[in-house]
Structure formats: structure tokens, C-alpha cells
């Protein structure tokens, strides 16, 4: 079988630090950090206080009172992204045939706003139960790429992807593999995260996952410092459109960049901690890099998984030092984690747009919040403090995710 080419023709973002993918990116250059004390609820009793949550966005500019309410914070956010990405490649414009257009959408917890309200709700509501009429199709994680499509009538393949922190990076893979085998023509894909609630903060601090660090909030996700204590939760959506290369061209499409390649590994240790030698990490690189037809001297950039997790950050670098040799040292690494915010099920896609973006400006975003180096870690160019002009031809994304679950995506510059 000759597998068709992939390309992406469409990028669509709303994140804590813009509401864009355009105002993202600016955001990104300049290093801006999203974090700060939560505004969505008191969060007083908890040991964490803090999160990148969005800013300036309200669902009535998107949505009527009526719809708004029908949808959990993560459909709201995904529909946003979505519309921005689906404009950006101009499928609402042009005579497409739908059959031939799907959705895939991933994301970690999905209606979890809408699960927690409906069970107080019910809790508070004594012997009668009473649970709203929309409580189900609110909460299923599915639920996002039915309203996509039944929105712009696309009729093609239509799925979520559940792998937690890897969960849009997966579902950009499996949509890649769709239009390579000639399922489809174009996939709409992305993820959508809205996790910043009690039960939310409440559970990753059980974990012991997130930074405590209260009192500084913007300078929390410290990614490679010496003095990392956690993620710091984010939430948002981000969604790229993939097409096949043929397709693209005949309608005039803007190509982006060329997705080439990816790699799903499991790390098959531990629900949480990753092999401490980055095994599974290295091999979902090596299978991404392979399946491109490159050679592992042709990267030039990776935006790290990079979560500012103590264990995570040691085992990803071991993961690329053994991977690629010597040559790690040309590589410019980065983890837009220290600004954003560790978006769960959509970090994979918004990363990723990172990635095209870099292919497309020959501009990297830093690495902020680094002040003290880690033994631990092997000083590689993290980018740190500012971003950094080179050239972008070849580059890959990690997404890592609870489970032991590693996706890497490689994309390459398209020349015509």
C-alpha cells in the first residue's frame, strides 16, 4: 500500500495565555507565564492554590445562553479551538465532500465540571433524586466530537481518545494513520481540558503532583530547575487540522508543516512514575523518527513533555541523551509547560502547534522560571529565559502520559 502524506492546514488554540493561537504564540515569545492564585473557586483549604486558567474568555461571546449551558466547560473550549482551526483552513468555505471529513478529539477527564456539580447536586437534593437532564451527554468525553460534527455536518470517522496527558497527542496519531490509509481526506483533531475545580486540584494534590509554591505562582512550573515541585494544572482546548497532502493542494490549502511521523509506546512500570531510564520515552522518539525516513541527526528542535515533575523531567532528558548521542547537544529543547500550565488532554496538541509554529518561524520559545541547574539533568540548550532564532526543518513533540503512556509526533517543514 502507498501510504498518502499528511499535512496540517488549519491551527485553532484558547489557552491561559491567549485566547488565539496567534495571541498565544506572542504570548509564548515573550515568555509569559499564565499562572496565578485560582479565581474559580476558594481555594483556601487546599495545599495547592494555584493554576493557568484562562483569561478574558466568556462562552456568551461564543455561545447563546441556551447551548452555553448544554455544554461542560471542556466542550465550550473545545468548540472555540475548533472553530478557530476549521476557519483557519477555510473547510467552512469550500464544497468538501462530509463523508470524507472527520473528528477526533482526546482529552484526560472530559465533563468532569458537569460530573462534580451533578453529584453535589444530588448529595444536597435529599431522598429525591435529581439530576439534569443533560448530566450525561455533559460528561462524556465522546460528546465533543459529536457536537463538532453535527455542527459543520461532518460525516467521517468520529471518536474521542482517553491517554491522559498524551490524550490529543494519541488522537493526532490515529488520525494521521486514518488519512494515510486513504480512510479520509481531512480530520479535524485536537483535546480539551477543564480540570480546575475542587475535585480536580484536590486529587492531583493527593497525588502529590502539583507545585505548592502559593506564593509565587508565575515562577511555579520551574521544568529542569533543580527546585521543581510539580505541574502547575492548566486548562484550555487546541486543535490542528491534518489533510492529505493531494487533497490539500487541489483546494489551495495554506500547508503548515508536514506530519511525518509518530510513535505510541506503554511504559508498562507504573500508574504514574515513568521508567527512570526513559525507556518507553525513547522508543516512542525512535519509532517517529524512523517512520519519518529521517535520520536522527536531522532534528533539530523538541518540545519537551517537560511537566516540572521531580521524576518526569530526569527521565525524558535520559530518554533523548540515549537516544541521540552527541547529537542531543544540537538540539534545542524546550518545555512551553513553564508558561502554559500542564493543559492534561489537550498539552499534546497545543505543544504541537508549538512545534509548527517553530518549523514555521525559525523562532523557539523558552524555557521559563530556571534558576538553579540540576545534577541530575544533563545541561542541553533548554532554551532557557529566551526564545532562539535557528533554523526548523525537523522537529518532535513528546506527550507523556498517567498509565505509562508516550506519544512522540515528528513534523517536518513542507517545501512545495
Known amino acids: 500500500m502507498n501510504l498518502k502524506r499528511v499535512v496540517i492546514t488549519g491551527l485553532g488554540s484558547l ?4 485566547n488565539t493561537v496567534a495571541s498565544t504564540w506572542d504570548a509564548m515569545l515573550k515568555g509569559v507565564s499564565g499562572a496565578s492564585l485560582i479565581t474559580k473557586f476558594d481555594p483556601q483549604q487546599f495545599k495547592c492554590q494555584i493554576a493557568c486558567e484562562l483569561k478574558g474568555f466568556n462562552c456568551l461571546d461564543h455561545f447563546d445562553r441556551k447551548e452555553a449551558n448544554r455544554l461542560d466547560p471542556f466542550a465550550q473550549y473545545s468548540i472555540v479551538a475548533a472553530e478557530e482551526a476549521i476557519v483557519d483552513a477555510t473547510l467552512q468555505d469550500q464544497r468538501l465532500n462530509p463523508n470524507r471529513i472527520g473528528v ?3 482529552s484526560g477527564i472530559g465533563g468532569v465540571h458537569d460530573l462534580e456539580q451533578g453529584i453535589i447536586d444530588y448529595a444536597q437534593g435529599g431522598f429525591i433524586p435529581r439530576f439534569n437532564p443533560f448530566f450525561i451527554p455533559k460528561m462524556i468525553t465522546d460528546i465533543v466530537a459529536g457536537h463538532i460534527s453535527i455542527r459543520y455536518g461532518f460525516c467521517g470517522p468520529n471518536y474521542s481518545v482517553t491517554a491522559a496527558c498524551a490524550s490529543s497527542a494519541s488522537a493526532i496519531a490515529d488520525a ?3 488519512i494515510r490509509v486513504g480512510k479520509s481526506d481531512v480530520i479535524v483533531t485536537g483535546g480539551a481540558e477543564a480540570a480546575i475545580i475542587p475535585s480536580g486540584i484536590g486529587g492531583f494534590i493527593a497525588m502529590r503532583a502539583l507545585s505548592t509554591r502559593n506564593d509565587d505562582p508565575q515562577t511555579a512550573s520551574r521544568p529542569f530547575d533543580l527546585d521543581r515541585d510539580g505541574f502547575v494544572l492548566g486548562e ?3 486543535c490542528v487540522v491534518l489533510e492529505e497532502l493531494d487533497h490539500a493542494k487541489a483546494r489551495g490549502a495554506k500547508i503548515y508543516a508536514e506530519l511525518v511521523g509518530t510513535g505510541l509506546t506503554a511504559d508498562a512500570f507504573h500508574i504514574t512514575a515513568p521508567r527512570p531510564e526513559g525507556e518507553g520515552a525513547m522508543e516512542a522518539m525512535r519509532l517517529a523518527v524512523e517512520e519519518s525516513g529521517m535520520e536522527l541527526s536531522d532534528v533539530d ?3 519537551t513533555h517537560g511537566t516540572s515533575t521531580p521524576m518526569g523531567n530526569v527521565a525524558e532528558v535520559k530518554a533523548i541523551s540515549r537516544l541521540f548521542g552527541d547529537h542531543a547537544e544540537n538540539i534545542s529543547l524546550n518545555s512551553t509547560k513553564s508558561m ?3 493543559l492534561l488532554g489537550a498539552a499534546g496538541c497545543l505543544e504541537a502547534i508549538a512545534t509548527i509554529k517553530a518549523i514555521n518561524t525559525g523562532l523557539i520559545p523558552p524555557t521559563i522560571n530556571h534558576f538553579t541547574d540540576d545534577p541530575q ?3 542541553l540548550d ?5 526564545p532562539t532564532r535557528r533554523t526548523v526543518d525537523f522537529a518532535l513533540s513528546n506527550a507523556f502520559g498517567f498509565g505509562g503512556h508516550n506519544v512522540c509526533l515528528a513534523f517536518r517543514k513542507y517545501n512545495g
Open 382 to 386: 533548554f532554551t532557557f529565559g529566551v
Open 236 to 238: 484550555g482546548a487546541a
Open 377 to 379: 539533568i544533563e545541561p
Open 104 to 106: 477526533i478529539w482526546g
Open 176 to 178: 494521521c494513520n486514518l
Open 340 to 342: 502554559t500550565g500542564h
Open 301 to 303: 528542535h523538541i518540545n
Open 15 to 18: 489557552t491561559p495565555i491567549g
